[in-house]
C-alpha cells in the first residue's frame, strides 16, 4: 500500500491530459482543470508532463503515506502541512512512511495539483487516467476519493536526478481582477456590436455555480441579434456559450461534448492555468487576440517546459 486516504476533502480526483479522440461519441474530455499547473508538478518529478494527478478543489485530504516517495504540491495554495509543519509548494518533496500530508484551508486560488514520482498505479480507460465524475468513468472507481481508500504508485523514484534543484518560484499568483484572453467566435456573429462592446468592457463575476462542467458569471447582459440558439455543435475547453437570457458561461473540463447556445469567444489554452482556479466571487475582463497570438503564447509555454526540464537534467549524462 502507499497512501490510505484518511480524510477525503471536498472532492478528490485523479486527473491527467484528458480523454481525447471520444466526443464524437459522446464521452467527454475530462481532465485537469488546471493542465499548467498538472504539468509543473510532473515536470519536478521528472515524469512525462501529462502523467496523472491528484487534484484538490477547495478544501484538501488527509493522507497517510505507508511508502517512500518524492511527490511535489502545485497550483492553488490550500494550506498543506507535512506532519504539521508547512509543506513546501513548487518542488521535490521526499515524504517518508508513516508521514501525513493535510490540507488546512483554501488561501488562494481554487485547486492545488499532487504529483508522484512514477505515477499513481491507476487503470487506462480510452487513453486516459483521468476521472469523469458523471459517468462514473476513469480515476480511481470511477469517483472523488473517500476515506479509506488505498492508492499505489505504480513506480516509486527514490533516486531521483538532481533533487535538490527540482524547485520553482510559485507559479500561481492570485489576482483582484483575472484577464482571459479569447478568441472571437465560432458564433460571434450572432450579436450585436452592442453586445460585443459589452462583453469586452465589463468586468464579470464568478457565480456560486462554478465546477468541473462550467462557470456561470454575473454581470452585464451581452446582446444577442436574434436570441442564443443554435443547431448544437461541439464545445471546446475554455468556450464561452452566451443563452438568450445573455449571461456568460465558460466551458470547463467535463463540459459536454455539444450544446445548443451561442458561444461568442474562447478563452485560449495558455490562459487555463487562470481559467482553473477561478472560484464564487473572482472577477474577470476578457481581452481579445488573434489566433496568431494565442499560438504564439501556447509556444512560448511550451519553450518555458523545456527551459525548466533542461535546468533540472544538465549534467544528467556527464560521469
Known amino acids: 500500500m502507499s497512501i490510505r486516504v484518511i480524510q477525503p476533502g471536498v472532492q478528490t480526483t485523479v486527473q ?38 491528484l487534484e484538490i478543489t477547495i478544501m484538501g485530504p488527509q493522507l497517510l503515506f505507508e511508502e517512500a516517495n518524492y511527490v511535489a504540491l502545485t497550483g492553488g495554495d ?23 500530508l493535510r490540507f488546512l484551508g483554501l488561501r488562494n486560488g481554487c485547486r492545488a495539483y499532487l504529483a508522484f514520482a512514477g505515477g499513481l498505479d491507476i487503470p487506462v480507460v480510452m487513453g486516459s487516467r483521468s476521472t469523469y465524475l458523471k459517468a462514473k468513468m ?11 481508500d488505498v492508492l499505489r504508485f ?44 459589452t462583453f469586452f468592457k465589463e468586468v464579470y463575476t464568478v457565480s456560486a455555480e462554478f465546477d468541473r462542467m462550467g462557470c456561470r458569471l ?63 466571487g473572482d472577477k474577470v475582463h476578457f481581452v481579445p487576440i488573434s489566433v496568431e497570438q494565442a499560438e504564439n503564447s501556447l509556444f512560448l509555454e511550451q519553450q518555458y517546459y523545456q527551459m525548466i526540464i533542461d535546468f533540472f537534467n544538465r549534467d544528467r549524462n556527464m560521469s
Not at 86 to 91: A, D, G, L, V
Not at 224 to 230: A, E, V
Not at 232 to 259: H, L, N
Open 154 to 197: 505504480r513506480a516509486p523514484n527514490l533516486e531521483l536526478p538532481f533533487p535538490e534543484r527540482r524547485r520553482l518560484g510559485a507559479d500561481f499568483v492570485p489576482q483582484k481582477q483575472y484577464e482571459l484572453r479569447v478568441i472571437l467566435g465560432p458564433q460571434d456573429d450572432y450579436f450585436t456590436e452592442a453586445g460585443l462592446a
Open 78 to 100: 490550500l494550506g498543506a502541512t507535512l506532519d504539521g509543519q508547512p509543506m513546501p509548494r513548487y518542488q521535490a518533496v521526499l515524504i517518508q512512511p508513516g508521514q501525513t
Open 16 to 53: 491527467d491530459l484528458g480523454r481525447f479522440g471520444y466526443q464524437q461519441y459522446g464521452v467527454p474530455v475530462a481532465g485537469a482543470m488546471d493542465p499548467h499547473s498538472m504539468k509543473l508538478a510532473n515536470i519536478l518529478l521528472d515524469n512525462d508532463p501529462g502523467e496523472a494527478v
Open 218 to 280: 454575473e454581470g452585464a447582459v451581452v446582446e444577442h441579434k436574434n436570441g442564443g440558439d443554435i443547431i448544437s455543435d461541439g464545445i471546446a475547453f475554455g468556450a464561452i456559450q452566451v443563452p438568450s437570457a445573455g449571461k456568460p458561461i465558460i466551458m470547463a473540463a467535463d463540459r459536454q461534448t455539444t450544446g445548443g447556445y451561442t458561444k461568442i469567444a474562447t478563452v485560449i489554452s495558455a490562459d487555463f492555468r487562470y481559467l482553473g482556479q477561478l472560484k464564487g
Open 138 to 148: 476513469g480515476g480511481f472507481q470511477g469517483r472523488k476519493l473517500e476515506a479509506e
